[in-house]
């Protein structure tokens, strides 16, 4: 379920929180080692309770959403779903490494990002003008193609939900391509990138 076990690591402390309740409700989490516990419990019964907490910690609503979400996600297999259409997701995310605006695509299960470049080859950077244009240029396209991109200035990330479909799929990237047309159509008129 997590990147570190996917990539084969074995984390000491890992941060998790808007998955155990699919953002539902707000709650965050600290995953820690036998080690790093034993060392903070210890450190508790001699100086007193370890207190890293704020109003709204441990909420038993929050907390029982959370619980109902997990036991969803594992009742549903839906992380065989995300295996099983993932490859789908890779394969439109790569694809999109033809178009002139885009330099590099990375992925991994439904999560993914392209960089945006100002030309090719070379992945060229965009100057000073066209770090300033890409981001509104690229978030009025994609209002008009029923999107919101979703990214920094030079890259744009990609995060659906973990029960999309292969024709969701196929609908969001068709959307982005033709978002990042318009784009470099916008770009190419104000002289951001050579025509």
């Known amino acids: 379920m997590f990147a570190a076990e996917t990539l084969g690591l074995r984390a000491d402390l890992m941060s998790i929180a808007k998955g155990l309740c699919s953002v539902y409700l707000p709650i965050a989490g600290v995953l820690m080692t036998e080690e790093i516990f034993a060392a903070i419990a210890k450190q508790s019964g001699e100086v007193g309770m370890f207190a890293l907490t704020f109003t709204t910690g441990g909420h038993p609503t929050t907390s029982a959403v959370a619980l109902r979400n997990i036991e969803l996600i594992e009742e549903r297999d839906v992380l065989a779903h995300v295996r099983s259409i993932s490859p789908r997701f890779l394969e439109r995310l790569q694809a999109l490494t033809d178009h002139p605006l885009v330099g590099e695509a990375h992925g991994m299960g439904l999560a993914g990002t392209v960089e945006l470049v100002a030309g090719k080859p070379g992945n060229l950077p965009f100057d000073e003008q ?16 029923g999107l919101i991109p979703r990214g920094f200035v030079e890259c744009q990330s990609f995060a659906p939900p973990l029960i999309i479909t292969g024709q969701q799929i196929d609908e969001m990237f068709d959307r982005f391509s033709r978002t990042l047309d318009d784009a470099a159509a916008h770009l190419r008129a104000e002289g951001v990138i050579a025509a």
């Open 130 to 145: 066209g770090r300033k244009r890409i981001r509104p240029v690229m978030r009025d396209c994609g209002r008009k193609h």
